[in-house]
């Protein structure tokens, strides 16, 4: 079982939980619910670095990231910083991230949030409306062709964007659709954990033109970014780089500086 595979399973344990503590009817009276969510998709093309900060504690390939900054100083760091979106992991399990976070992440800054986490369910994506998300991640990896459409149909539907990540030609030759509004291309190899910008590379000329091509994973320096601009690619997604520093909008603030 590779690392995803055991996320999955995990993860469909851990909804069909929430699912029993939390009905749907209740999420949907959240505050949050009916206001008016910001587009990422706006920010990405009216930007010059295209730079979306994560906020992210640990993760299953580097363990330990950051435990001590908190997500109300990180967001608002990225505010201040110039950054179009910030992600915030909310998996628990091998993140160290929660739901809580995007709460307090969304009281705390007026970015586009992303909420990334393993969706697998659509009452995730009620979650992520009634926690102050504005758009949300899908990974073809572990979806299915019906369940991309049907998940990314209801993400619309609530005025989410949706982000939908792949790692090669297969995953994107299925998902293709209507209703995505940003490709995502993981340059992590999810099976050895390896990091190669030639995934991106490779991947940008099949991307239709229509969708906000992004990349993910690896991008440590402002070389990077030059490297893949060419390429097409708008947005960069960048965690690890800034979360590992003590002062995580600081360090994004001279990322953003060095590059423009």
Known sequence: MNILDKIVTDKRKEVDLRKSIIPTSQLEQSVLFERETISLVDNLKNSDSGIIAEHKRRSPSKSIINQNLNVFDVAQGYEFAGVCGMSVLTDGKYFGGSLDDLLLARASCNLPLLRKEFIIDPYQILEAKAYGADVILLIAAILTQKEIKQLSELAKN?????????????????????????????NRNLKTFEVSLE???????????????????????????????????????????????????????????NLL
């Open 158 to 186: 609530l005025t989410l964007e949706v982000l939908l990540e792949i790692h090669n030609e297969e995953e994107l030759h299925k998902s293709v659709m209507p209703s995505l509004d940003m490709m995502g291309v993981n």
């Open 199 to 257: 995934t991106s590379k490779h991947l940008s000329t099949l991307i239709p033109n229509d969708l906000i091509k992004i990349s993910e994973s690896g991008i440590s320096n402002v070389e990077a970014i030059k490297e893949l601009q060419p390429y097409g690619y708008q947005g960069f997604l960048i965690g690890e780089n800034f979360m590992k520093t003590d002062n995580a909008g600081e360090s994004a603030k001279s990322f953003i500086k």
